[in-house]
């Protein structure tokens, strides 16, 4: 079975650092990059940041670049979001998610989603 396993949200002051993780197993890890979304209240899910495993390539939406960074430990299948200078907007549920190809930037592309986590940053 694919699973996509999410953790590291929590609550955080404006300014601080959260590191999300997401596990991932059941499939051809090579052929997948991860990504991460997010969906505040009342707003569409929308891509984050994602991490082709074969190439490395990342991606890296306007509003996070420069203060979120994404790796990957490929021995654990782990992929990582480090969340950095994090702002009350950053606030929503975080998801991963698995594309076929080199990106993963729009949920139209998501092959398969794990549980989201949440992360409360108050100001």
């Known amino acids: 079975d694919v699973q996509l396993q999410a953790s590291g949200g929590g609550a955080a002051q404006a300014g601080g650092s959260l590191r999300l993780s997401c596990a991932a197993s059941?499939?051809?890890?090579?052929?997948?990059?991860i990504g991460w979304f997010r969906q505040a209240p009342g707003r569409e899910r929308e891509g984050v940041s994602s991490?082709?495993?074969?190439?490395?390539?990342?991606f890296y939406a306007s509003s996070v670049e420069g203060r979120f960074t994404i790796s990957e430990d490929n021995a654990k299948n782990t992929v990582y979001l480090e969340m950095n200078s994090l702002r009350p907007e950053d606030t929503a549920i975080y998801y991963c998610?698995?594309?076929?190809?080199?990106?993963?930037?729009?949920?139209?592309?998501?092959?398969?989603w794990g549980q989201g986590t949440l992360v409360t940053v108050s100001s």
């Open positions: 059941g499939f051809t890890f090579d052929e997948y990059a």
């Open positions: 991490i082709a495993h074969t190439t490395g390539a990342t």
């Open positions: 998610a698995a594309c076929v190809g080199n990106s993963c930037p729009l949920t139209r592309f998501v092959s398969w």
